[in-house]
């Protein structure tokens, strides 16, 4: 077995990962136990903290040590202010990122069950912050050795992804939910990321092992996983199945996880980890994202994730 | 069968209703379906709406032509502020509204299934909002012909029923959860009107009747009565159950039916309505206001109840 991760990505570049797609404000309430339809439940605790799938991973890679850029919009609100000054804090560089006058920045409603940490969600997207193919700058999206899309805005997604590959540069999808347009996309990704949701919607497939051999199948990628929240995630390549189990590490809010997770696979990925090292390495990511409240509250240092693998 | 409401309010006092508990503002969140448990699903709509049960039953009120204030506390936010000029724009007086410093105005996300229109509340409020009995101000307390109340802040609406009894003024009370010293406070009450919640999760009665049995016989209230959303009310008193069906209105969100009942029901008491008619004003006012979101949405002028009770 060839336990290396292909393509490689180019060196020469002026940002380690360029990530184009979502980020959001999340609100973030933690109940004593998710309310059954039509009854009244007291919250714990209330919070507004700053996610979205492309942004958090990009936060995550730069509290890691690397170079990242993000591209995006916000609203001209309060809430798209927090989303820059938290990108501004962690050193992600956002001078792609277009404030869009009169639109809501994305909002997700986060219900977080205390006794398990899981979380269901409610997500808003004003139609304003769509990303059109036109609106995207080439050099920008070629600015990084790696780039990280995930499946909104599916018609910039694709200009990006071949603008990408025409570069040499591997594309890295973290893809939640089908949209119209994305069959087009998913073959020009290299590393092809999903939640267990994805396939068992939208393959109508459940086991993990039949799903990522009907992904293979239908995308072509040379690389395909699924995560798999605690039971950590399964990938798909060279031909066999590599399971990689989730860290133990006290949870307090699975938000960001996945996240997370991204943001470790393509640490690896850049660090030229093999599949197994950069699977666990990505693992251990997410799990101490896990400690903190919110998508990007626990992620952890480089010395805090060797000192967890070196641990467990 | 004596149909009239007993006792009645006194004349000569500066407002026809006082009204002493919670004021919220509402986060109301429309959502195509109810998400199960550890799910994604994507918002119809987001709006911020001034709600909370007593403030709303005042507002009520004075939509109806009634002099109204209302007394209880808001945080020194941008939420409070929409409060104050929500209740300043309805005519209801509020100078006895205390503004906390530094405290956050209580809130609710109201998650409303479009299908349906029904609501799960999720709800959060600053232990600093609690009004204390030596905050009140005996004059206001008793400065209206009815005192309306609900269960929270207890000690304080202990305090002003005992006040309002004094005065000969009936006493009001909107109870929906059992809070420590309810127990002291709902004997004091002269029209206890409960959620069909209240009796089923604290006496342990399901059955609308011999729940209204149960609390007469406990808290040996004059009036007795248990709302059951879509189903009307039902209530005790004079011996006999009298069950005043919901009208059939376009129902768009069902939030602040409850208090839009609790205003109409006071409408009633005020203008000497028998039983029957009070109930059936109740109803219309409470099915008008599930015409638009939040709860002030829908709530209707004179006209429209007496229009809606014309043809229905």
């Known amino acids: 077995m060839r336990d290396d991760l292909e393509p490689r990505p180019p060196t020469g570049k002026p940002f380690d990962a360029v990530g184009f797609g979502l980020n959001a404000v999340d609100h973030l309430i933690t109940v004593p136990h998710y309310p059954p339809f039509n009854t009244k439940v007291q919250l714990r605790e209330y919070v507004v903290r700053p996610g979205g799938q492309v942004a958090t991973a990009m936060v995550a890679l730069a509290r890691l040590g690397c170079r990242t850029r993000y591209i995006g919009k916000v609203g001209d609100d309060e809430f798209g202010r927090l989303q820059l000054r938290s990108l501004a804090e962690a050193g992600v560089e956002h001078s792609q990122v277009k404030v869009v006058p009169g639109a809501t920045s994305q909002l997700a409603f986060i219900l977080i069950d205390e006794p398990s940490g899981e979380r269901t969600i409610i997500w808003g997207r004003d139609p304003r912050l769509i990303m059109r193919p036109e609106e995207l700058d080439r050099e920008a999206i070629t600015s990084g050795r790696v780039l990280h899309l995930d499946g909104h805005d599916v018609a910039a997604a694709i200009q990006a992804a071949r603008w990408a ?21 998913l073959p020009l990704v290299d590393y092809l990321i999903t939640s267990a949701e994805f396939p068992k919607r939208f393959l109508g497939i459940a086991e993990p092992e039949e799903a990522l051999r009907a992904l293979k199948r239908r995308y072509q990628n040379p690389f395909v996983a699924i995560t798999l929240g605690d039971q950590g995630a ?79």
């Open 165 to 185: 590959r025409e570069a040499g540069i591997p594309v890295v999808i973290d893809v939640d939910n089908f949209y119209p347009g994305v069959e087009e996309l």
């Open 234 to 312: 399964i990938a798909y390549c060279h031909g066999v199945f590599i399971h990689s189990p989730a860290f133990r590490v006290p949870c307090r809010d699975t938000t960001g996880a996945g996240d997370a997770f991204r943001g470790g696979f393509i640490y690896g990925l850049l660090n030229g980890l093999s599949v197994t090292e950069t699977l666990r390495f990505a693992n251990a990511v997410a799990g101490l994202n896990c400690r903190g409240v919110g998508a990007r509250g626990g992620l952890p240092t480089l010395a805090e994730v060797q000192e967890l693998l070196r641990t467990q």
